[in-house]
């Protein structure tokens, strides 16, 4: 599971996404209209008579403890078992989907999880699909929550047919996770293999920890965008409309990108009570966890746009693969060609910065050439906002992320995120051209520094 990191201010009122769509936070919305571009798919937004089930043509539920053939406790661990019962899953008459986890007098808990019929919502080659639902994340917290873990997201289909044994090779995208009642999300793609690999399972690649203001009180709404339109391909996260988290298919190798990604997926909505996630975070469930308290569901949602024409050039700094960098010149953070658990914002000194990094994230500068007279050391341009006891250090590796760090400083608060500093670190001779990953190292979960930009001298 992702560490928990530095909280991310999000908007709760009314937010416009880039593609047109507006959010209003009332209690209960019809599924908005089409982003621009795209169309509806699927879509349902659960205006059945109080007390129903679901339609069985469009969702199938999940019964017992694990797909059959499949891992036991659903592969994390988790507690209850699942039930098609209307105790635990149901309409409400008010346009929501209740999944409502519950425990009985001997201490045993039923919950909900359920799947969309369909496992054909895929990106055409050139094209985009977008996967979003309004819900509200159950309204508990403090000792009270420990355990509760409610989810959205998706499977890719090959799962379905073998209880998801080859997991997770065919792609999981976490769309809002939350646990223990943290009034956070967060957003994780799985791919590749397990343990480890490229997409470092079984946390996969993921946002970490970002704040959610509200979440456990009221509708927001949570949505990834596949995009195939652009070059490199991007998974995107939105939370109310605001794009938080955004992995390129050049972050892992092709074979793994393709294998996550380019087919179908199906769409999942469950309440897990205990397992992997919520004890990395606390644990639970525990004497003191409250029954009953649901997730609602307002609407699900899934467009798609067509595909065809060539792929535009993603909107990102990053310079082309083949473009050669001058190491003794500034090179922006923001410019990376690919990163892992970071996020671009606005910088005070003028321009952007790399912010919310903690231990295990990194940049990776391609191209970067030192010529032949050797390098010194490198400078960076840093700030840090981290409390008291919180550090890490600024490592610079080549060629692998594995290799030796060639140079590092450590660094501690510089008396906020956007106080700037620059602190200069020594290195080893260095010719030639080569690939440059800023790694960065702590002891302690917390984001730890910003970065505005290297330069070696």
């Known amino acids: 599971m992702a560490p928990p990191r530095r909280f991310l201010a999000v908007a709760t009122a009314v937010v416009a996404v880039a593609a047109s769509v507006v959010f209003v936070n009332q209690a209960e919305a019809a599924v908005p209209a089409p982003p621009s571009g795209m169309s509806l798919v699927f879509g349902d937004d659960f205006t059945g008579a109080a007390g129903t089930g679901l339609n069985r043509s469009n969702w199938l539920y999940d019964i017992g403890t694990g797909y059959p053939g ?5 592969g994390t661990g988790e507690i209850e078992t699942m039930t098609d019962s209307t105790a635990n899953v149901y309409q409400d008459g008010a346009g929501n989907l209740v999944i409502k986890p519950i425990r009985d007098s001997a201490g045993r808990w039923t919950s909900g999880r359920v799947e969309t019929q369909r496992t054909d919502f895929a990106a055409p080659t050139g094209g985009k699909v977008r996967i979003e639902a309004r819900l509200q994340q159950p309204n508990v917290s403090g000792a009270a929550a420990a355990g509760y873990w409610p989810a959205f997201w998706a499977l890719g289909d090959a799962a379905r047919p073998v209880g998801a044994t080859n997991w997770p090779s065919i792609g999981e995208w976490d769309i809002m996770e939350d646990i ?3 009034s956070s999300v967060f957003a994780a793609l799985h791919c590749g293999t397990n343990p480890g690999g490229v997409c470092n399972e079984t946390t996969g690649l993921t946002s970490g920890e970002r704040a959610c203001s509200g979440c456990q009180t009221a509708f927001h709404t949570y949505a990834i965008e596949y995009d195939r339109s652009t070059s490199p391909e991007q998974l995107r996260w939105y939370l109310d409309g605001n794009n938080y988290f955004t992995l390129n298919s050049s972050q892992v190798d ?44 307002d609407y699900v949602a899934v467009w798609q746009s067509s595909g065809g024409g060539t792929p535009t050039t993603s909107p990102t700094t990053s310079p082309t693969s083949g473009t050669t960098r001058d190491a003794y010149a500034q090179i922006q953070a923001e410019s990376y060609n690919s990163s892992a658990g970071v996020q671009v914002e606005t910088c005070s000194e003028g321009g952007q910065d790399v912010a919310y990094i903690a231990n295990g994230d990194w940049l990776q500068f391609n191209n970067v050439n030192f010529g032949t007279g050797g390098v010194k050391d490198f400078v960076a341009r840093v700030a840090s906002g981290a409390a008291s006891g919180v550090s890490g250090l600024v490592e610079v590796r080549l060629d692998s992320r594995s290799n030796t760090p060639i140079g590092s400083f450590a660094l501690g608060s510089t008396g906020g995120w956007q106080t700037w500093t620059s602190i200069p670190g020594n290195v080893s001779s260095v010719t030639g051209t080569h690939t440059v990953y800023l790694t960065f190292t702590s002891g302690q979960p917390a984001d730890f520094v910003n970065v505005n930009w290297i330069q070696f001298r």
């Open 254 to 297: 092709a074979t793994t990108w393709n294998n996550a990604t380019h087919h179908g997926m199906f769409v999942i909505l469950n309440v897990a009570i205990g397992g992997g996630f919520p004890a990395a975070f606390g644990g639970g469930p525990t004497s003191a966890t409250q029954s009953g308290v649901p997730m609602l569901v």
């Open 70 to 74: 499949g891992a036991a406790n659903w």
């Open 180 to 182: 223990n009642g943290r």
